[in-house]
């Protein structure tokens, strides 16, 4: 199974609000509620921000809010902060053979 | 409060073998599915293997099926990850992950160990 499609790139001024796309099929993202996303500063281990499409893990802030339509999940960070610059992954699971599948990754940047 | 410590990564040439380690403390290690999951140099993340929460199956991804093998030693609460027949494009960082739930569904990962570099070159 090929990667799951983000934009290499998005970016925003603080206080704006991004969102970041993530593309799967019908047999990873269409198919199961069990999207989570990774939020990984340069040199870091990933950190889990999102699961099950739309859940924050506690202790993580409700800036984060993510969301599905179809084959395509999505992350939305509001009111945008400094550090929010960092890479996002989007993963969802797959079935039984392929368990997890990643985004391709998307460098947030703030201006 | 859970910790993942990897180990065993290093300078291996192709062809090589190489076994890495995932201490696990702070949770119930047999009770939980746990995964690696890579990242080659300045690319995005892997999925690599998982073992189910009862350790009966395992998953790997085509990249790696039939040269690697996931294993777990309960008494010690470790995870392993044996790499047979090394490739450049093997060279990552490896992660020892832990899943989000006891129940034996697969969600997300939870925690993520702070991961072992991995050089496959000659």
């Known amino acids: 199974q090929s990667a799951l499609a983000q934009p290499a790139s998005v970016s925003g001024s603080p206080g704006q609000s991004i969102t970041i796309s993530c593309t799967g099929t019908s047999s990873d993202v269409g198919r199961y509620y069990l999207v989570s996303w990774y939020q990984q500063h340069p040199g870091k281990a990933p950190k889990l921000i999102i699961y099950e499409g739309s859940e924050r893990p506690s202790g993580v802030t409700n800036r984060f809010s993510g969301s599905k339509s179809g084959n395509t999940a999505s992350l939305t960070i509001s009111g945008l902060q400094a550090e929010d610059e960092a890479d996002y992954y989007c993963?969802?699971?797959?079935?039984?053979?392929?368990?997890?599948?990643f985004g391709t990754g998307t460098k947030v940047t703030v201006l | 409060e859970v910790q993942l410590v990897e180990s065993g990564g290093e300078l291996v040439q192709p062809g090589g073998s190489l076994r890495l380690s995932c201490a696990a403390s702070?949770?119930?290690?047999?009770?939980?599915?746990m995964n690696w999951v890579r990242q080659a140099p300045g690319k995005g993340l892997e999925w690599v293997s998982t073992?189910?929460?009862?350790?009966?199956?395992?998953y790997y991804a085509d990249s790696v099926k039939g040269r690697f093998t996931i294993s777990r030693d309960i008494s010690k609460n470790t995870l392993y990850l044996q790499m047979n027949s090394l490739r450049a494009e093997d060279t990552a960082v490896y992660y020892c992950?832990?899943?989000?739930?006891?129940?034996?569904?697969?969600?997300?990962?939870?925690?993520w160990g702070q991961g072992t570099l991995v050089t496959v070159s000659s």
């Open positions: 992950t832990k899943d989000l739930w006891y129940t034996g569904s697969y969600s997300a990962a939870d925690h």
């Open positions: 993963c969802s699971y797959a079935g039984i053979s392929t368990v997890y599948i």
């Open positions: 073992m189910s929460n009862t350790g009966g199956s395992t």
């Open positions: 702070g949770f119930t290690f047999s009770t939980y599915a």
